[in-house]
């Protein structure tokens, strides 16, 4: 048995730890299937109760940003924030 389950079976009555088993076998294929975590309270029955639920884990396809491919020192407006009319100016002065 592992060491961190024996506190729920010193909790429960002997006559109950086949319901214990069979509640904890539940939650845990529960946890594998969502990926969420939980908080559970268990009586000296064996039954389970979730009292409290970690968010859902976010999903891997999300949108990601990718930066563009463009050097900086070809468009100014990328490296700064500094409008692209005033970098003409600058430029257009500097020349």
């Given at each position: 048995m592992h060491p961190d389950?024996?506190?729920y079976f010193n909790h429960v009555?002997?006559?109950f730890w086949p319901w214990l088993v069979w509640n904890l076998?539940?939650?845990a294929r529960w946890h594998a299937r969502t990926g969420r975590e939980a908080l559970m309270a268990v009586d000296?029955?064996?039954?389970?109760?979730?009292?409290?639920l970690?968010?859902?884990?976010?999903?891997?396809?999300?949108?990601?940003?990718?930066?563009?491919?463009?050097p900086r020192w070809k468009h100014p407006a990328l490296g700064s924030?500094?409008?692209v009319s005033v970098c003409g100016c600058v430029r257009g002065k500097s020349a």
């Open positions: 389950l024996q506190r009555w002997p006559l076998v539940r939650v000296c029955f064996g039954n389970i109760r979730l009292v409290c970690a968010d859902a884990p976010p999903p891997d396809d999300l949108y990601t940003y990718e930066a563009p491919h463009i924030d500094v409008p």
